[in-house]
């Protein structure tokens, strides 16, 4: 049974904040591979190429041949829980913080036996399944479930550190002009966040989408255009310690290349919405939200930046928009390293062509606004921190993992 | 091939460095009195010990190296041992190897380690690379969560009750009343045993060992040695080791001494019903149980019953870590893996510090320690007798 | 300065009464609305500041600011090479216009009541030769400013007041502005709104004519102004240099009128 999550509560003003730390981050650079395969919601062992031993913890000589050669395989998480404690006293800051905390060790059927975070509702002797997922230190931890869930399991306390659970927590969305941030604002509500802002640029410009999302409840619409430092500014000033989400979808897609496009303007509007608008919700939305990263159990905890999947890769078709995203890219792993230390996770979700007006001209498939949106928020409540949304992004990850200069050379629209 | 025996090798010389909390000193200074408190009790001069087998976690940057400078001495045969509790037995057995074959004469086993505020902290937040990456970070609990799985495993396995580890802990806090450096002072209930504060369920505080700064150390030499010495000594009848037995167990019931049990005791000429005390390695009770399995003394997963049926106390009928055990002396360290030898030869020379088995002629010493990851790697016992010369 | 001389009376009027100078001007901020163009054609930058320093870790000494916008941003000068029907007229660029066209007198027409009503309310002909009977004739080489109190409207979406048609704000009709030129001589056109045309004039027979026409014939335009309310119908002097860009097609100004008398409540 888990203990359902009590409603947030409005902030005591004269209570000191309770300062986000982070649990033990020391990890081998084989154990990093678990990082790689928990940012992306797999769940992935090392099996020895030579004799099927399955190998955990992770290591660079098999612990039954000696081979060397240990691929990362997809794996059965299944287990039984062969032992539970729960903690009174840690040596850890983050842990002695938050204590009693339940681990247990599950053996696999897969064959190794696990130290796992224990969900509040399984017991000794249950069938259990494991998850790895990203804890607040920016590692992958392993996690025991049982089986069935439980109702409220995302509420487990201790699920929670490991998500950043929309529910019951406030969200700002930075474009509400695009059919995406209508669909954004839709599914956060649905998902149970507790208030939603809404930001919009260019007010004398009209967008049907913002319209109906100023109809929807629970949303709060706020002047926001990311390329003005002001308007930035000024709306951190009202907002960022009340924000514990914040999604950036800026969005300026124009076609062109560098050659023979060569639109200094439109190149500079690409990169001041993309790369400098990002800085400039860095620079005033992030010490604020990344100081409230422990604020309780409603506390801050996520930065999605939806991106271009042609941040990683150039589409020539639209050169310096990719090359624009690209930057943002960057800008977001910086932002990814400054915001560790108060356990807030940035999430990056490269999307492929969405279906919209400025890709009338590019074939099926392309995204629809619900497929992102929901995708956003399965990654925000299993803790995911690098997405591929749609078919197009994820063969680009796919091909760009394999042979980066054959996608380089493909890729053309 | 048979392996051979320890006949002409003795132990002698038991030194504790008394016991603290907490120590500004640093584990060469522990090291370096336990040193200087052999020489004096074997009537050497330092240059005398010309071998040397230290185990520290605290010694670090410095390993046994090190602490030949800083000591002044110029040893012909040095190891250091990294087997944590486990590592009394492991030296014994590698000095008495080094003084049989003539590589070294007079050797000093020597295990020592201070505890600052945040000594114990950092030894287990960098433990082991496997620690590191699969147990630390789940709660950093150390070595209590570690163990708290085995005991609650072992619990649901085999049927023990807390009563029941009660019963040793109880007993052991007896044996330690009479122990001049012992930690702990005050007589302990069942009651208080059974309603101490939980610490990682189902351990509560009375289970676990309070980290602290001391030395336990010995001598190992030839019997002619310590006899021209006027030493009294021990013999050695028989020493196992064995290091990351029964991988294939998903989590820890017995350990590396049910590997090598029989032969144990084959080569020392005895039987469990022959053994007059056990210095078992408590770092916690469940362990206790398991080296009463695996050394012997009852079937697997009867070591409940065992405790219920015999009395643990240095009087009883089965005396049972009879200077009290880490549990109630405290664990210095590493010191916690040569506690139990050091008490033995104590037991075996009449040496007693505190109360003395009575008509002690075979005593074991078992050894254990180094979670790796999930269980305790390294296991070493020894069988020493009373000496006839 | 001669004693006595003109400049002299000038500035005798100015520092010591009897000329007023009127700031024309919006103050050139961020939220500056900026004018629309089709998604797929090139944009106009809008205002925007960005300080370097300010008494601080960056340069304690002083306060500065890094700006950027486009040339037709807040009150602004429209030079006749901004339009296509401009481009090859001589002296047509804020760096090689005659400085001395800078100067010029204005006429103002309120058609603020009208604007008020009706939000594409056109400017006609009509409407300025009954304005001239009562004020008299426009004088050549005068601006015609239509003051509409357009300026008070300080909400960006009610100033640039767009729908899926376009902008809906007041300026000329498309037949005024050849009159102007041909019959009247004008310097050029000054309004309230965005633009010189009205928001409209795309859809007119010949879109945007007032931009069309005006710099067809080497004349400006001055959009964007503000206190109109504070010039008399005649008299009134305007300052109107745009910075010397090189084969600029306009630029930010600061507008002032130079006005004879006490100001009026």
Redesign the interface.
């Known amino acids: 049974m888990t203990t359902p999550l009590p409603p947030p509560r409005k902030k005591d003003p004269v209570a000191r904040t309770r300062a986000p730390t982070q649990p033990p981050g020391n990890r081998s650079r084989e154990a990093q591979g678990l990082t790689a395969i928990a940012a992306v919601g797999r769940f992935a062992l090392q099996c020895c190429a030579d004799c099927g031993q399955v190998q955990y913890p992770p290591r660079q000589i098999c612990g039954q041949c000696l081979g060397d050669d240990l691929p990362w395989r997809d794996m059965d998480p299944s287990g039984t829980l062969l032992a539970e404690t729960k903690l009174h006293h840690a040596n850890d800051l983050f842990f002695r913080d938050r204590v009693p905390w339940r681990l247990g060790v599950v053996g696999m059927d897969a064959g190794p036996s696990v130290v796992a975070h224990l969900a509040e509702d399984c017991r000794q002797g249950d069938r259990v399944n494991l998850s790895l997922n990203l804890d607040r230190s920016g590692h992958a931890v392993m996690n025991a479930r049982p089986e069935t869930p439980g109702p409220d399991q995302e509420d487990d306390m201790q699920l929670r550190e490991l998500s950043m659970d929309p529910k019951g927590r406030r969200v700002l969305i930075v474009n509400g002009k695009t059919a995406l941030g209508l669909a954004l604002a839709r599914s956060f509500k649905a998902a149970g966040a507790r208030e939603i802002f809404v930001g919009q640029a260019e007010p004398w410009k009209a967008a049907p989408a913002f319209e109906a999302i100023k109809s929807l409840d629970g949303v709060t619409t706020f002047p926001l255009d990311v390329t003005d430092t002001d308007s930035v500014g000024e709306l951190a000033s009202v907002l960022s310690g009340k924000v514990e989400i914040l999604v950036n979808n800026s969005y300026h897609l124009r076609p062109g290349g560098a050659v023979d496009r060569m639109d200094m303007n439109v190149s500079r509007e690409e990169m001041d919405i993309h790369y400098f608008g990002l800085l400039r919700l860095a620079g005033t939305f992030g010490a604020a939200m990344r100081g409230r990263g422990a604020d309780g159990a409603h506390g801050a905890c996520a930065w999605v930046n939806v991106l271009s999947a042609y941040a990683q890769v150039n589409n020539p078709a639209f050169g310096t928009y990719s090359a624009s995203q690209a930057a943002a890219r960057s800008l977001a792993q910086c932002l990814r390293a400054e915001m560790a230390p108060g356990g807030i996770r940035v999430v990056n979700a490269y999307v492929g062509p969405l279906d919209d007006e400025w890709h009338q001209m590019v074939p099926p498939p392309k995204l629809g606004p619900d497929t992102v949106a929901a995708r956003v928020i399965r990654a925000l409540q299993q803790g995911h921190e690098d997405l591929a949304i749609g078919a197009v992004a994820e063969e680009i990850a796919e091909r760009l993992a394999e042979n980066p200069k054959e996608i380089e050379r493909e890729i053309k629209l | 091939m048979s392996r051979m025996g320890y006949d002409g090798i003795v132990v002698c010389v038991p030194v504790t460095v008394p016991y603290s909390r907490y120590s500004l000193r640093s584990a060469h200074w522990f090291c370096g009195r336990a040193l200087a408190d052999l020489i004096a009790g074997a009537g050497v001069a330092k240059a005398d010990v010309d071998g040397f087998c230290i185990s520290s976690f605290t010694l670090a940057p410095d390993s046994a190296v090190g602490l030949t400078q800083h000591l002044g001495v110029s040893p012909r045969w040095l190891d250091h041992i990294p087997m944590g509790g486990a590592s009394g037995a492991v030296a014994l057995r590698r000095a008495a190897r080094a003084v049989q074959c003539g590589d070294a004469d007079i050797v000093a086993c020597i295990a020592g380690d201070t505890n600052h505020v945040d000594s ?2 950092n030894t ?3 433990f082991s ?2 620690a ?11 070595p ?2 570690s163990f ?3 005991t ?2 072992y619990m ?1 396995e085999f049927g023990a009750a807390r009563e029941d580890f009660g019963k040793l802990c109880v007993a052991q806090r007896d044996n330690a009343l009479s122990t001049p450096h012992a930690m702990m002072k005050r007589p302990l209930s069942l009651d208080d045993y059974l309603n101490a ?7 509560r505080l009375f289970d676990c060992v309070m980290p602290c700064a001391g030395a336990e150390a010995f001598l190992v030499m030839s019997d002619d040695r310590a006899k021209s010495l006027g030493l009294p000594h021990a013999t050695i009848l028989s020493t196992i080791e064995r290091h990351n037995a029964y ?1 294939e167990d ?2 820890q019931i017995r350990a590396g001494w049910a590997m090598d049990v029989d032969g144990f005791y084959d080569h020392a000429g005895v039987g469990p019903q022959d053994i007059d005390f056990v210095q078992a390695y408590d770092d916690y009770p469940v362990i206790c149980f398991m080296q009463i399995e695996d050394l012997g003394f009852c079937p697997k997963g009867e070591a409940a019953s065992f405790v219920r049926e015999h009395d643990l106390t240095t009087a009883g009928d089965f005396p049972f870590n009879t200077s009290g055990g880490q549990l109630s002396v405290g664990q210095a360290g590493a010191a916690g893996g040569s506690l139990g030898l050091v008490e033995s030869i104590r037991q075996l020379t009449d040496q007693c510090l505190g109360k003395a088995v009575d008509g002690a002629h075979v005593g074991l010493a078992s050894c254990f320690g180094m979670i790796n ?2 269980r305790g790697l390294c296991t070493s016992a020894a069988i020493l007798g009373r000496s006839t010369r | 300065m001669a004693e006595g001389g003109l400049l002299s009376l000038l500035m005798g009027g100015i520092t010591g009464g009897g000329i007023r100078v009127v700031d024309l001007t919006m103050t050139l901020q961020p939220d500056v609305p900026t004018i629309v163009m089709p998604p797929e054609f090139g944009q106009s930058w809008p205002f925007r500041m960005e300080e370097i320093s300010k008494y601080d870790h960056r340069g304690p000494f002083c306060y500065w600011n890094n700006l950027s916008c486009g040339e037709h941003t807040g009150t602004h000068f429209d030079a006749p090479i901004h339009w296509v029907s401009g481009k090859d007229l001589p002296e047509n660029a804020t760096d090689t216009i005659p400085v001395e066209k800078f100067l010029a007198h204005a006429c103002v027409i309120d058609c603020s009541a009208q604007a008020e009503a009706d939000a594409d309310f056109l400017l006609t002909q009509d409407m300025i030769e009954a304005w001239e009977a009562e004020h008299g004739q426009i004088l050549a080489r005068s601006w015609l400013l239509m003051r509409t109190d357009w300026s008070l409207k300080r909400d960006g979406v009610a100033y640039m007041n767009m729908d899926q048609e376009g902008a809906h704000t007041p300026g000329p009709h498309e037949d005024l502005i050849p009159w102007l030129i041909e019959e009247r001589d004008v310097i050029g056109f000054g309004c309230e709104a965005v633009g010189t045309d009205a928001g409209q004039a795309g859809h007119f027979n010949v879109p945007y004519p007032c931009h069309y026409h005006m710099h067809g014939n080497n004349r400006f335009g001055l959009p964007a102004l503000t206190n109109l309310d504070a010039l008399p119908p005649q008299g009134a002097v305007l300052i109107t240099p745009p910075l010397k860009i090189r084969q600029g097609s306009g630029s930010p100004a600061r507008v002032l009128a130079l006005v004879e008398g006490e100001a009026e409540d």
Do not use: K, T
């Not at chain 2, 590191?132 to 150390?142: F, I, L, Q, W």
């Open positions: 114990f902290r287990i937040a960098s690379q496997f590191n990456d699969a147990v630390y970070p789940y709660g950093s609990g150390g209590n969560a708290a799985f085995l609650d495993h649901r504060r939980p610490i990682a369920d189902p351990l991988p998903p989590i990851y999930d």
